[in-house]
């Protein structure tokens, strides 16, 4: 691997348990600086879970979990300074304007209103939102949100990055930009966590591609060691394969059937 | 943002704080971020007269909804001057000011308590949980103060002239541990339902709690001028072992210690919990913090176990009510709708209460200026009339939702004509709403007046009917559940006038046929002839869009 050997995250034999049901089974994790981690999984593997657990959001957990050398606990929370987070659900104060929203969370990492404030304009800017600004984030669209919880998540510069399904919603070209954002942020030694369900776009981003299934990694490389360890062309397929999902003709068959009728 | 004054205030603390390890630059951005929020969000008590005025300078809903417990607050008067019971008096202080603050915080500000974004947006940035959680206990502490002054400062002034500064002292203690034991017994109450139920189970009751706080608001008014006339002040009240389940009843109990010299075993063992019972919730409270705070991960989770099973009878009355496929299904429809949305149950089921209020408030003024016999062998039973003064309001309110964006489907599916979805909803709304206060109503009537009246009962429920349908004119032009209710406009006006006129030419009609012989029967069948054919006109006519 051609990454500077920095660890920035650690995790060892990380396991979590909600209630009898036991959703992480001991994940063994190294992540480099520079690195883009494509973390998937189907529904329910325990990808949030890891991502709560490395933010500092769930702290029954057993194992061990270090960013950037400290270890994660509820104590601590100097670490999440180089921390920015794009949340899967589009959860924000939507009853603020996106000025009021930016310039707080810029706040609270510790920056003075006017930066931040210039900052986010700019960024609005380069999306195209400056005109609502100064409206209230309750009247955006779908994309709108996703693009001030992007900047939300970047304005302070951070050295890690976790992003869950952060292109829902965004036009094409957007997401081109936001592409090309990650590749630059990542050649500039950036790290980011990468998790989705859209395969393609995992498969173009990551450098390395993570797949949980049942709170367990079951793969671990990047697109090509995959591909040979598989023998498949795409990594929709790969993904196929290894979480052993193969009957996707016969359920799509029998749905087209029932939409029939007969 | 703005920069409040109680965030002024709070900044003279602020070394206190930070002795405790709290990052107070960090909190005090936190609650300016708060109160910018709250004072976006229409307070309950406000809901009945909701005028959006677009682009107006930003003001604090809560600050002006203040000014209306402030008025509230005469009707606390005569409690601290009048009679000579200290213990009752104070007692019903308490109470009332007990039930106004905790209606108000759990309508108001259980979003605070149960904001799950909190955690997501907060936690994930440089903030310890500590500093969050003092912040929302000083917001929460914040409202509490103003909104405690705004209800008792007026009777407490009132209250310290009449009977001096132990007074003062006394009322202002009390309520401070009044103000703790409420927000505790709060969470502790959310605490119980989020174990048993899931969310949406929550939110149906804070719901409910907000709907009862507007009808005590509205009724409220109703007795505030009376306040003086309603109160028995001379009772006698002697303390005994079932108070010991009332807690405004401790709160009331060292005001007759201490400014009367009323000893008795009973009154110091209740100031003693007055004081005591606060302070251990306080502990209990600290304890539970954690587990409550998982349990409210279930306000996020959608747990869809429970099924509401279709009832044999609603099936029968769609298959007897609808005339055709369509107005089936869109009855159904619109029963999901109106029973699920709370939205529409805030801003209906208040007017509901008080349609179920209004005919008796008019009536008591009667019989306090005669008797009773004289009330019964009246025509004041044609104050049934009064109930039907909520139908204009909320057959207007049918055209809102607030999930309107998913009226699309009306388009996109091929119906012919979209007369069966209004007047599916109209019937539902007569059914479901409008019927079962009209028969409480209607019995309470028959137990006053005897069983004469049943038949003007009968023609008063035809007549709400035709008169649901003559008010339908308000909808024409526009779907059932297909507007923001962010665009209903103030419920008055003209309109409204003209239509509350119908309610009287209605009634003057009623009352001409009961002075004729067999005139109120003859009354009905002519009224039952009219609707149906008022109805199928509507149905081609006004409902068709």
Request: hydrophobic share 50%.
């Amino acid at each position: 691997m051609e990454t500077i050997d920095e660890v920035i995250v650690a995790i060892k034999d990380l396991e979590m348990h909600y209630g009898v049901k036991q959703v992480l089974k001991g994940i063994n994790l190294t992540v480099y600086r520079g690195q883009i981690i494509g973390y998937i999984g189907p529904n329910g593997a325990g990808k949030s879970t890891t991502i709560k657990i490395m933010l500092g959001l769930e702290s029954d957990y057993y194992g061990k979990v270090e960013i950037f050398g400290e270890k994660v606990s509820e104590k601590n929370m100097e670490y999440k300074r180089k921390i920015g987070y794009v949340p899967e659900i589009a959860e924000l104060y939507d009853n603020l304007t996106a000025q009021e929203y930016l310039t707080f969370i810029g706040e609270l990492y510790g920056m003075d209103v006017e930066t931040v404030n210039e900052k986010a304009e700019k960024l609005m800017r380069v999306f195209g939102l400056e005109n609502v600004y100064h409206s209230r984030i309750s009247s955006y669209s779908k994309g709108m949100r996703q693009k001030v919880l992007i900047i939300s998540s970047l304005l302070h510069n951070p050295d890690l990055l976790f992003l869950d399904e952060p292109l829902s919603g965004l036009d094409a070209n957007s997401v081109m930009v936001f592409k090309e954002i990650l590749a630059i942020l990542a050649s500039q030694g950036k790290t980011i966590f990468y998790s989705s369900h859209i395969m393609d776009v995992v498969e173009k981003i990551s450098n390395r591609i993570i797949l949980i299934k049942d709170g367990s990694i079951v793969a671990d490389g990047s697109f090509n060691e995959l591909k040979e360890q598989n023998k498949e062309g795409t990594l929709e397929q790969i993904f196929n394969q290894l979480t052993g999902f193969n009957e996707y003709k016969g359920l799509a068959e029998e749905f087209v059937s029932i939409v029939q009728g007969d | 943002m703005k920069n409040f004054q109680s965030l002024k205030f709070l900044d003279l603390f602020r070394g206190l704080f930070e002795r405790f390890g709290i990052n107070y630059p960090i909190m005090r951005k936190i609650l300016a971020v708060k109160f910018t929020m709250d004072g976006r969000r229409t307070p309950t008590i406000f809901n009945q007269q909701q005028a959006k005025k677009k682009k107006k300078a930003e003001e604090n809903g809560f600050i002006k909804s203040l000014g209306i417990y402030g008025l509230f607050s005469i009707i606390l008067i005569p409690f601290v001057l009048l009679g000579n019971s200290l213990f009752y008096q104070m007692s019903i202080f308490y109470g009332v000011v007990m039930f106004l603050v905790m209606t108000s915080m759990i309508s108001d500000f259980s979003n605070v308590l149960l904001d799950v974004r909190d955690k997501g947006i907060l936690l994930t940035k440089p903030v310890d949980k500590k500093t969050l959680n003092v912040a929302k206990t000083i917001h929460i502490c914040i409202y509490l103060f103003f909104l405690t002054v705004a209800l008792t400062a007026l009777p407490i002034i009132v209250g310290t002239y009449k009977n001096g500064l132990l007074f003062f002292l006394l009322a202002l203690v009390g309520l401070i541990l009044v103000d703790l034991f409420i927000v505790v017994l709060t969470a502790i109450i959310y605490y119980f339902i989020l174990r048993f139920f899931d969310g949406e189970k929550l939110k149906d009751i804070i719901n409910y709690v907000q709907i009862g706080l507007s009808i005590t608001i509205a009724v409220g008014y109703q007795l505030l001028a009376r306040a003086f006339n309603i109160v028995d002040l001379n009772i006698t009240f002697s303390p005994s072992w079932w108070q010991f389940f009332l807690p405004p009843i401790w709160f009331g109990a060292p005001f007759e210690l201490l400014l009367r010299q009323h000893t008795s075993m009973y009154l110091v063992i209740f100031s003693l919990l007055a004081l005591v019972i606060p302070i251990i919730a306080i502990f209990i409270y600290v304890r539970m913090m954690p587990t409550f705070e998982r349990n409210l991960q279930k306000l996020s989770n959608e747990s869809g176990t429970s099924r509401r099973i279709e009832r044999k009878w609603k099936t029968w009355l769609i298959s007897r009510l609808s005339r055709n496929r369509e107005e089936r299904v869109f009855f159904r429809f619109a029963d999901h709708m109106m029973r699920n949305e709370r939205e529409f149950r805030l801003k209906v089921y208040p007017s509901l209460g008080l349609s179920l209020v209004f005919p008796f408030i008019f009536m008591f003024n009667e019989i306090q200026q005669n008797s009773f016999e004289h009330l019964a062998a009246s025509k004041w039973y044609l104050a049934i009339y009064f109930s039907t003064m909520m139908i204009p309001n909320a057959v207007v309110m049918l055209k809102f939702s607030g999930k309107y964006k998913g009226a699309w489907v009306f388009k996109t599916t091929p119906l012919e004509s979209l007369a069966p979805l209004t007047s599916a909803a109209l019937k539902v709304f007569i059914i479901n709403l409008f019927l079962p206060v009209y028969v409480i109503l209607g019995a309470v009537f028959i137990g006053i007046f005897g069983v004469k009246v049943i038949d003007d009962v009968l023609v008063v429920f035809v007549t709400a009917i035709l008169y649901t349908v003559i008010c339908s004119n308000y909808l024409k032009g526009t779907l059932p559940f297909s507007e923001s209710f962010e665009d209903a406009q103030q419920s008055g006006g003209v309109k409204m006038i003209l239509a509350f006129f119908f309610i009287g030419i209605f009634a003057g009609i009623h009352f001409a046929a009961t002075l004729i012989p067999y005139g109120v029967m003859s009354y009905f069948i002519l009224l039952l002839a009219v609707v149906w054919v008022a109805w199928r006109q509507a149905y081609l006519k006004i409902w068709d869009v």
